[in-house]
Nanobody, 125 residues
Framework: QVQLVESGGGLVQTGASLKLSCAASGRTFSNNLMGWFRQAPGKERDFVAAISGSERSTYYKESVKGRFTISRDNAKSTVYLQMNSLTPEDTAVYYC??????????????????WGQGTQVTVSS
């Protein structure tokens, strides 16, 4: 059974940092695109960042560029999202996702086949 399990969320103040982790089990995704999405209350799930299997390519939502960094450790089957300079606008449930297809853009939720259960990030002002 394939599982993606996120951790690292929490309640922080504006300007703080958090590092999210996503541990995969049940199969290897070392050659696959992995992504982070987030969903705020009453809003659609939104792309945040993605990283290719080779780590040669990373992609970011414009509003997180320079603040967030996506990385992966294939030996540990884990993807990370380092989030710095957090603001209340970053408050959301953050989801990890894995893609086994190549038919959709990296920022499209339909590109991804496996999803974690999400971890809450709350940034207070």
């Amino acid at each position: 059974q394939v599982q993606l399990v996120e951790s690292g969320g929490g309640l922080v103040q504006t300007g703080a940092s958090l590092k999210l982790s996503c541990a995969a089990s049940g199969r290897t995704f070392s050659n696959n695109l992995m992504g982070w999405f987030r969903q705020a209350p009453g809003k659609e799930r939104d792309f945040v960042a993605a990283i290719s299997g080779s780590e040669r390519s990373t992609y970011y939502k414009e509003s997180v560029k320079g603040r967030f960094t996506i990385s992966r450790d294939n030996a540990k089957s884990t993807v990370y999202l380092q989030m710095n300079s957090l603001t209340p606008e970053d408050t959301a449930v953050y989801y990890c996702a894995a893609s086994t297809s190549y038919t959709r853009p990296y920022y499209d939720t339909s590109r991804y086949d496996y999803w974690g259960q999400g971890t809450q990030v709350t940034v207070s002002s």
